[in-house]
Every structure is written in structure tokens, then in C-alpha cells.
């Protein structure tokens, strides 16, 4: 089945560090990948839609420049929190879409985001 | 806005037992509704989807019920074992082919 690899699983860095998240879609293509946060005990919140070639769709609230998403081939995107603070550190989570409408979506296994 | 409201943050029950969870949405009917469940600490696994047409939906131990009347649906666990302990989570699109919305979970803990 599709398998979405998603690496670092736990990252700890001090404040101020940025960090990049990567995540693959290992044997299928993904052109549309979504970028989640979790905080403990909270449900999944959507930050963003990666695009494959162009821009993303950030959700209201999400800092653009602070939350940098690339998505450069149609197996990687990654997401880079910039000069991170102590109030990122979440759970970040990766997912893409399956090939049609009514399929689910296959999930990263999250990156632990803690900033010292 | 789409709400998603899974009434109970934890719910702990002997193996052997039914398990049943809800799921409550607003603002939205959607065409087809999506249950996984997530481990500590790993991503979300899909379960089980259905269709607005579609009373009920089984796999193995697991039943899934969508009444697009009262906006709800129920997740059964029958014969409840304590590896089916993990937080499940209800979850919707907000518009075909975009993100899911996903409710809070329902922490189960089965107890032997």
C-alpha cells in the first residue's frame, strides 16, 4: 500500500534553530501534500497544502515565513520552522491524499518538534 | 466553520466488552466520513470510510454507523482486546479533495 515516510521522528534543538522536516511519498507520486500540528490531547490541525511547483496554502494564523514549505519533486516536501521558539514544539505531521476523491489519506508517523 | 465533536475524551472498558464511540458534526454534510486511529507518539491510521449512502460499514471487529439525519456517527469495537487501546479519531473533508478535519479523539483503554 501507499507509504508516506516522514523523517526526523524527534527532533530537540535549542530556541532560535530552524528546522526542516522532510516527508516522501514512497511509491506513489503526490502532487498535493498537507502539513498538520498536534498539540497533546488536541485534535490534528491543518497549518498547510503543499503543491507540487508552486506555491502553499497556508491556513489562517499560520505564519508563512515562519512555517517555510517546499515542495520541489512530486515524492518530497518539506516543512522548515525558522529560528524556532519553545511554543513550536508540537507534533508535526505529513499526509497526502490517495488517488481518488473518496480515498484516505496516508500519513507520515510525525516529527516530535521540542524546543529547549 | 465544520465542527467535528467527539463527546468523549476517554473512554475505559473491560476486554471482552463493546466498544462505542461517537461522532457529531455541524455546518457541513459530507459525503463520506473517515475513522483512524492514532498510537502515541505515531501518525494516524485509516480504519474505515463511509459513504453518506451507506447505513453501516464493517471489517472485521470493527462497525462504523453514519446517520447523515442527526449529523452522527458511531464507531464499534466488538470483543474489545487491550491492543485496541489508542486514541480514534473521526474525521471529515472540509471540501472534496482537500485536507481532513479531524475531531479531538477518543482515548479507549481496554483493561484484561
Known amino acids: 500500500g501507499a507509504v508516506v515516510s516522514q523523517h526526523p521522528s524527534w527532533v530537540i534543538c535549542k530556541s532560535g534553530t530552524s528546522v526542516k522536516i522532510e516527508c516522501r511519498s514512497l511509491d506513489f507520486q503526490a502532487t498535493t501534500m498537507f502539513w498538520y500540528r498536534q498539540f497533546p490531547k488536541q485534535s490534528l490541525m491543518l497549518m498547510a497544502t503543499s503543491n507540487e511547483g508552486s506555491k502553499a496554502t497556508y491556513e489562517q494564523g499560520v505564519e508563512k515565513d515562519k512555517f517555510l514549505i517546499n515542495h520541489a519533486s512530486l515524492t518530497l516536501s518539506t516543512l522548515t520552522v525558522t529560528s524556532a521558539h519553545p511554543e513550536d514544539s508540537s507534533f508535526y505531521i505529513c499526509s497526502a491524499p490517495g488517488t481518488f476523491e473518496n480515498q484516505p489519506q496516508h500519513f507520515g508517523d510525525g516529527t516530535r518538534l521540542s524546543i529547549l | 466553520s465544520q465542527k467535528i465533536e467527539q463527546n468523549s475524551e476517554a473512554l475505559n472498558i473491560q476486554e471482552g466488552k463493546t466498544a462505542t464511540l461517537t461522532c457529531n458534526y455541524t455546518n457541513y454534510s459530507p459525503a463520506y466520513l473517515q475513522w483512524y486511529r492514532q498510537d502515541p507518539g505515531r501518525g494516524p491510521v485509516f480504519l474505515l470510510l463511509?459513504?453518506?449512502?451507506?447505513k453501516e460499514k464493517r471489517k472485521e471487529r470493527l462497525k462504523v454507523t453514519f446517520d447523515t439525519t442527526l449529523k452522527q456517527s458511531l464507531f464499534h469495537i466488538t470483543a474489545s482486546q487491550p491492543a485496541d487501546s489508542a486514541t480514534y479519531l473521526c474525521a471529515l473533508h472540509r471540501q472534496a479533495g482537500t485536507a481532513l478535519i479531524f475531531g479531538k479523539g477518543t482515548t479507549l483503554s481496554v483493561s484484561s
Open positions: 463511509i459513504r453518506e449512502n451507506e
